[in-house]
């Protein structure tokens, strides 16, 4: 029971850490640029933080490396594209960093198996949705006491929260949005509305245009699955379903209106420009890339050249997919794209089988991942929050699909044994 406890309070101090919450809150790095999670900037209060949770990962992975080793034969694409990271360090431009990213990105890799293995998906999901309760209640409060730790001035008074960017933290309300929709409170029901409704708010005042538009998406597609699923109730999600299809064509045939909704320019903010010339980089280097988490780490020729052309120092692709590309190449995303469509395959069958509300929950969370990561760059970020989240889902639905198929297996033998002992 002791380690139990203890093992809850190493996930949530992980899935905080990986909020970089310690970060956001020191004083000296509120202006800590996005690219933090790929730069080659070393921050001691990070390295320390990051350091400190991962020992004590790795210990509690040790004390089950057995079911965690068969767990990872499970989810061995995923490995696979962890150990294309770790091989981008000998054509890498800048081969320490890659080493030490890609090094940190195998153990917290582990670590989401881990955390795979060891809990369900309906309790990780639960746990999820305490830690961002707690990250609301912490940012509320915050807001009375000192708000300059959750407002970010310089983007207009965009709230922040306990991230070090406003977006960053859009997404972090989006997820938890997501969570709360299907996590259900044993006691103190009320507060999950509550809690919902707040993340709700706060995601508008993140000023986040991706988190929104990707959040609406991902819960507005919530009956399309349901319907999907089938049953008795099947009819009542129909009508949602077919709202939500002529709503997603329309927006892609029509995108002018949502972006001036939003507040947004046609080139989402310069990104347009931005991604031009970031794939013709990348045709400089189709096939292996620049090596993982390299490309934006130190400012060489290649970088100086996407700044004077794209018209601006950007700190980062903003586009998962596109920096995927230069990290790995098309042989890093053709591995990447290759586990989360098993991961995707997966959930599918998950929520067919699963009767509860908590089956929409895995589908749910790939479209909200795949669709923030057009204009964020986290897809493929170690010891971050979405990485995590993915590859622990990730992990759970293949575990949960070779148990079912395993029982499936032995249900026609047992009944075999049934009739030879009847005769």
Known sequence: ?????????????????????????????????????????????SVIVEGAVYTLGAILVWTRWRRVLRAARQVWPLLLLVGIAFLSTTWSIQPMITFRRSLSLFISTAIAIYLGERYSIKEFARLLAEVLCFVIAAVLALYFVAPDFVI???????W??????????????????????FVRFHRFRWTRYL???????????????????????????????????GGQSSPIYLVPAIVFCTAVVWGMVNPGPILQALGRD????????????????????PLLGYGYASFWSVVTGNLLNVWARA?????????????LVLSLGLFGATAFFFVFIGSFRNAIHYFKYTREAIGVWPVTYLCLFALNSICESELLARGNLPFIVFATITTSLALSKATAQSNAKRVPLDEAEVIATAA
């Open 1 to 45: 029971m002791l380690f139990r406890a203890l093992e809850r309070v190493f996930v949530f101090l992980l899935l905080l850490s990986s909020m970089n919450v310690v970060i956001a809150m020191t004083p000296d790095r509120q202006q800590q640029s996005r690219s933090q999670m790929l730069s080659g900037d070393v921050d001691v209060a």
């Open 152 to 158: 970010d001035h310089s983007y207009g008074g965009a």
């Open 160 to 181: 922040k929260g306990l991230s070090s960017y406003k977006n960053t933290f859009g997404e972090h309300m989006a997820l938890a949005i997501v969570a709360l929709y």
């Open 195 to 229: 809690f919902l409704f707040s993340a709700v708010v706060l995601l508008v005042l993140s000023h986040s245009a991706t988190a929104l538009v990707c959040c609406i998406v991902a819960v507005a597609a919530i009956p399309l699955w349901r319907f999907w699923r």
């Open 266 to 285: 046609a080139t989402l903010t310069g990104r347009t420009r931005l991604w031009a010339v970031l794939i013709e980089e990348i045709g400089k280097r």
């Open 311 to 323: 018209g601006w120092m950007a700190p980062i692709a903003d586009n998962g997919y596109i920096d």
